[in-house]
């Protein structure tokens, strides 16, 4: 064999990159063959076969070493978790890297979000890159690793069981440690360098809380994630000193009969609303439309403790047992809080609507309002449907009728403006005192949510405009356009169930709505609405306006809810600035910092999505540990070559069949058909089937749930021979039965 061909066999077997004198060494090269490596490594790197690293050592072109630092920055349609090296100096895009499933803790790839960084182990398996977590990076990459466990007293020492799904056996705590816990506690523990008996020891850094209480599943989800979790006495004491607002300059709206409309179990209020006709002949049955948003800025001045703390904490936070406020009860509970029949300051923006719904003017003032009724989204609407309630019927002529008419007007302009119409189910988790899941029902959509959902998108375009036209900076919400290769997987998808879409076609939200509605009543509506869902990117903040594709808008902000987000807080400063609204508007200095804190909050949103998530998964798979062994109806909600990830129909929850539980055939997975296939027989399960599957194992602690398909596969023709031979090309297969992809390319690039 050449000399040439058995470098790259080596490289290609070692994986890392190896210096000339590894490669020697490996190749066990000695005379002539020695003296001729340098030319042969030469005559390599001329070709493009290889390419050096660190200067001294050679890899194969393009390929990735077998460690290294990674980030996360996308899904593909599968719900697969997307990486990149974090350090990529090439000119060429760098290979795809698919996180495994399972390497998440508390569920779906749940610790690690878009944005964050891991320590990785890669395999290459011919058409791209497997990646498995070896450790989470902290945001500032200079902390010791920290764990998070279950300590048990075994013997004379105790054990601590991770809370993550990927670790693989439990670790010891150190000696010196084990009188500092007690039998149950939940800890923070951090690696050593120490060992007895040869396992690795661990130190306790923290002991937070005790694994049986009604709280811990939310406890273990805020503290993985790095949720910060209560509040300086600085910012304590600034928010319990601080005095209602009176109204000065303001505007008196206290006689205008604004109401709150909030979810039913809300406790912020931070927006108002009301309408009226326009009373100008020059706008014949137009509308005035009034938002008013809690005035934050009174009370939390920039640079102030509550101002850092809010800013370090980016959002608030929902779980299904409690809120995690971004600003303390004091403010968000009440001095904030557009509480019914009690002086609030607050900002408005006054809105002009034609009858078309299409905005004329508007403009931005600070007032005094108090609110003349606190409404739920189902009070409003049986209100309008004819059964108001004792607190809906004296609002229900003079407030909730206008209110309704004028998003009539607002409809006909949304529909000619059609944003993205993506129908999803949402629901709800009830946790009662103990810690255990009360109820968990779907969440009702009334007009009632769209009213309201349309006047703050209108408000929230109006405080870009404004800000743009006065040329101050501001931090924009933005949605980029979907990219190609997300079309891509999208249109071969709905080629397997016989519907069009044309690659190279511009995407727009007419396009995506117009497939929905083709579907609504077919047996794939769900799946292609979650499809489409998929194949849309995700929102951020940023100081560079790209425009809002799904709401299909050119200038968008987020105004109003500052009492749960700090880029609403940040936007209200800078209006309160460029309209001459007082003296405690944005500074020089935060405008300067206004890409970092875009930055710092878009990190801060996904950290709480993940941890929303991780909560829920757990309180789940607590409630449904009592029915392992019992069959669920479920839908197919994920594809990939290691097994299907299922949605619950009832409980929505989220859970996985390992590719070892579908049977004895070998199956191969399919990407294009986002299906996995029978090599044998051509049986399938395919993305969105609706499936039945028993549960096999529920760990509240981690929040996994693992089980074994009982529907059989559906037939379909066999694979062709040359997925055989590429399936074989890969080695044996788990138990006989483990397949692997027929792709040629993954068809994801950076």
């Not at 850094?205 to 993985?224: C, F, K, Q, Y």
């Not at 007419?510 to 929102?539: C, H, P, W």
Request: with cysteine.
């Amino acid at each position: 064999m050449a000399l040439s061909t058995r470098i790259l066999s080596t490289l290609e077997h070692h994986g890392d990159a190896m210096s000339k004198r590894d490669i020697s060494r490996v190749l066990g090269l000695a005379g002539k063959e020695k003296t001729g490596l340098k030319e042969a490594l030469r005559m390599l790197e001329n070709n493009g076969k290889i390419e050096r690293q660190d200067k001294r050592k050679y890899a194969l072109t393009g390929r990735l070493p077998n460690v290294f630092v990674a980030q996360f920055y996308d899904r593909d349609l599968d719900g697969e978790l997307l990486a990149r090296p974090a350090s990529w100096d090439k000119e060429t895009p760098p290979p795809t890297i698919i996180l495994a499933p399972g390497e998440g803790s508390g569920g779906r790839d749940a610790a690690i979000g878009i944005g964050e960084r891991a320590l990785i182990r890669v395999k290459h398996d011919g058409e791209g890159y497997i990646a498995r977590i070896i450790k989470k990076l902290p945001q500032d990459q200079t902390t010791d690793q920290r764990l998070i466990g279950v300590a048990r007293k075994i013997g004379n020492g105790v054990q601590i069981t991770l809370t993550t799904r990927k670790a693989k056996k439990p670790l010891i705590l150190r000696p010196l440690d084990a009188e500092k816990v007690e039998d149950g506690d939940l800890v923070i523990v951090a690696q050593t360098r120490e060992r007895k008996r040869g396992l690795e020891l661990v130190k306790l850094v923290e002991r937070i809380g005790d694994v049986n209480a009604p709280r811990a599943a939310s406890l273990i989800a805020l503290t993985e994630h790095g949720i910060p979790q209560g509040f300086s006495d600085a910012e304590v004491e600034q928010a319990e000193t601080a005095k209602p607002v009176t109204l000065g300059k303001r505007t008196d709206l206290r006689d205008l009969d604004l109401i709150t409309i909030d979810p039913d179990d809300a406790r912020d209020f931070d927006d108002a609303v009301h309408a009226r006709p326009d009373t100008d002949p020059k706008n014949p049955d137009g509308w005035v439309v009034t938002v008013a948003i809690a005035d934050v800025a009174a009370y939390v001045p920039g640079g102030s403790p509550l101002d850092r703390g809010a800013r370090k904490r980016g959002n608030s936070v929902y779980l299904p047992d409690q809120v995690v406020p971004m600003l303390p009860e004091r403010l968000s509970n009440d001095l904030c809080s557009l509480r019914p029949h009690e002086d609030r300051a607050c900002m408005v923006v006054q809105m002009t609507f034609d009858a078309q719904g299409h905005k004329r003017n508007h403009t931005f003032l600070r007032a005094l309002m108090r609110s003349s009724a606190r409404l739920s989204y189902s009070q409003a609407q049986a209100a309008i449907d004819g059964k108001p309630d004792e607190t809906a019927a004296p609002v229900l002529k003079s407030v909730l009728k206008p209110l309704w008419a004028a998003y009539g007007a607002l409809k006909i302009a949304r529909a000619k403006r059609n944003p993205l119409e993506i129908e999803s189910t949402e629901r709800k988790i009830r946790v009662n005192a103990q810690g255990q899941i009360a109820s968990i029902t779907k969440q009702e959509r009334f007009d009632a949510h769209r009213l309201i959902e349309e006047f703050m998108v209108a408000a929230n375009v109006c405080a870009a405009e404004t800000l743009e036209q006065k040329h101050v900076p501001l931090i924009y919400r933005v949605h980029d356009a979907s990219s190609a290769e997300k079309l891509h997987a999208l249109s071969d998808f709905l080629r397997t169930i016989d519907m069009k879409w044309a690659k190279g076609e511009r995407a727009t939200t007419k396009r995506f709505n117009t497939l929905i509605q083709k579907s609504r009543d077919g047996k794939y509506a769900e799946v292609i609405n979650e499809m489409v869902l998929r194949s849309q990117m995700q929102a951020i903040y940023d100081t560079r306006n790209i425009g809002h594709f799904g709401l299909n808008l050119t200038h968008y902000a987020h105004f109003t809810s500052p009492i749960r987000r700090y880029a609403d807080l940040t936007v209200h400063r800078a209006l309160i600035r460029a309209c001459g609204l007082g003296s405690d508007g944005a500074t020089d200095a935060e405008q300067s910092q206004l890409k970092s804190i875009a930055e710092e909050i878009t990190a801060a949103e996904r950290r709480a999505m993940a941890a929303e998530r991780d909560a829920a998964g757990r309180y789940i798979a607590s409630y449904l540990s009592e029915h392992v062994g019992t069959s669920f109806s479920a839908r197919i909600s994920g594809v990939t070559r290691f097994g299907l990830f299922l949605r619950l129909a009832e409980a929505g929850a989220d859970g996985f069949v390992p590719i070892r539980q579908l049977g004895n055939e070998y199956f191969i997975h399919d990407e294009k058909a986002h299906a996995l296939v029978g090599r044998d027989t051509g049986g399938r399960y395919t993305l969105g089937q609706t499936v039945t599957a028993e549960l096999m194992e529920a760990v509240p602690l981690t929040g996994g749930l693992l089980f074994e398909m009982l529907t059989v596969p559906t037939p379909g023709p066999r694979p062709g021979k040359s997925a055989h031979r590429r399936d074989s090309s890969h080695g044996n297969s788990h138990n006989g039965k483990r397949g692997k992809s027929n792709k040629h390319h993954r068809r994801r690039r950076s």
